[in-house]
Nanobody, 118 residues
Framework: QVQVVESGGGSVQPGGSLRLVCVAP????????VEWYRQAPGKQRELVAD???????NYADSVKGRFAISRDNAENTGYLHMTGLKPEDTAVYYC????????????WGQGTQVTVSS
């Protein structure tokens, strides 16, 4: 059974750092694009960053230069390294994996809360 599980969220002060982890056992991870979304209260879910099976990356303008996405296919794990955190980064962060072979095959994690506050 495929599962996507995020961890690493928490509460930090502005300027702080966190590393989010997305573990996805039970799938051929190397054939999936890994995406990180976030949703703040009262706002729509937005794409933060993604990394393809070929390790190409893409970032939302709001996080460029502060966040870095990476993956370890051998461990079926994706990462989102967040630095220079701002209060506006506060949100629930979700990992989403989508098959490069069939985009109708995708999986969502349950989300992890990130709170940036002084």
């Amino acid at each position: 059974q495929v599962q996507v599980v995020e961890s690493g969220g928490g509460s930090v002060q502005p300027g702080g750092s966190l590393r989010l982890v997305c573990v996805a056992p039970g799938m051929r991870f190397s054939d999936f694009t890994v995406e990180w979304y976030r949703q703040a209260p009262g706002k729509q879910r937005e794409l933060v960053a993604d990394i393809t099976s070929g390790h190409s990356t893409n970032y939302a303008d709001s996080v460029k230069g502060r966040f870095a996405i990476s993956r370890d296919n051998a461990e079926n794990t994706g990462y989102l390294h967040m630095t220079g955190l701002k209060p506006e980064d506060t949100a629930v962060y979700y990992c989403h994996t989508v098959s490069d072979l069939d985009p109708q095959i995708y999986y969502w994690g349950q989300g992890t809360q990130v709170t940036v506050s002084s």
